[in-house]
């Protein structure tokens, strides 16, 4: 198999050098599994160096960060709102109406992002024993558009939620390339805007394969240990999980990724649009979201493979990597001359 670089997602590439060296060094003798490791014990310390004092989960994806994370917040007779455009809400089968056994409500976006008033015309029904409560208010930075919220954007999503008793729930799977965009600290980013819990991303920045579920309202993670359990989340080897995370915030390996990414995105932005393509969304993280006539995307895809995110409008979803290099844009960008 030859191997080849796309722009179909960033799960799609490798682990980084530094990543894979950090496991080797986990892989010596034996240790206590289930978390109660050094390594383990390592990372949490790294993670609260970052985000202050909070709980710490490590998991093994973002489906399980997203619904463990939202099932700690919720009970059967709450509601979810989140953008409509979610992941939870479209990409991840149903598994958080299964696990929370609550009701999601879709709200309107724009560009991926939520505003207050489009998610107060949602919370309905407070205190009525017919309807379900709104209880956590979800959003996802960077967002499904590639787009970030600004500080403002999220500390008034924040207030909005709180001040109806709600808790605030980030999908952080690309917290990383949010941050970096930002010029922002991990806290910066999260914490000291009102998030109550963080699902924080590594899988797509680097890592093998690593989640964490961040408690910053420490209260909702009483139990966490026991959800995670059950939700076949605690992994027995726990130290491969955490030595990777402890890489990927040690040393600011997590910014340098996401920056880079972030930078490719800019450049593909830069080299399509200079070959006539339509860019559809603002280019603000690691996507590119571009228009491209219907029947060129399976002659594009069979010589380098992405996504199709709108069949209908011919919209496309193009991501770069940590590892995506000038030569891959100039190679695909030609392509599509």
């Known amino acids: 198999m030859r191997p080849a670089r796309t722009f179909a997602s960033d799960n799609n590439a490798g682990a980084h050098p530094a990543v894979l060296r950090a496991v080797e060094r986990a892989n010596r003798g034996h240790v206590v599994g289930y978390g109660d490791d050094p390594y383990t014990e390592r990372a949490k310390r790294t993670f609260r160096k970052h985000f202050g004092d909070a709980e710490v989960f490590f998991v093994f994806n973002g489906t399980a960060a997203n619904c463990l994370g939202l099932q700690a917040l919720t009970q059967p007779h709450h509601a979810v709102l989140c953008s409509d455009a979610a992941h939870i809400y479209t990409d991840e089968c149903g598994a958080p109406e299964r696990f929370l056994g609550c009701k999601l409500i879709p709200v309107p976006n724009d560009a991926g992002k939520l505003t207050v008033d ?14 379900v409560q709104p209880k956590v208010l979800s959003i996802t930075q960077s967002t499904e558009m590639g787009t970030v919220y600004t500080p403002e954007e999220v500390r008034a999503l924040a207030r909005f939620a709180h001040s109806k ?9 690309r917290i990383a390339n949010a941050a970096s965009r930002l010029g922002l600290t991990l806290r910066q980013a999260t914490r000291d805007l009102g998030v109550d819990v963080l699902s924080f991303g590594g899988t797509k920045n680097g890592l093998l394969g690593g989640e964490a579920v961040v408690f910053f309202d420490r209260a909702a993670a009483r139990d966490f240990k026991f959800l995670r359990k059950q ?34 995105a800019k450049l593909l932005e830069r080299e399509a649009t200079a070959a006539g393509v339509e860019i559809v969304y603002p280019v603000q993280a690691n996507g590119v979201f571009a228009r491209v006539p219907k029947r060129l995307i399976p002659k594009l895809q069979a010589r380098s493979f992405f996504y199709v995110w709108d069949e209908d409008a011919g919209i496309v979803r193009w991501m770069c990597s940590f590892d995506t290099t000038p030569s891959d844009i100039r190679r695909f960008v030609a392509r599509l001359k």
């Open 118 to 131: 489009a998610v107060a015309r949602r919370v309905r029904g407070l205190g009525d024993q017919h309807h």
């Open 165 to 173: 008793g709600m808790k605030l729930h980030m999908d952080g799977a």
């Open 231 to 264: 939700g076949m989340q605690l992994a027995s080897k726990m130290r491969f999980v955490a030595a990777q995370l402890d890489a990927l915030l040690s040393g600011g390996l997590w910014k340098r990724n996401a920056a880079h990414a972030n930078r490719m």
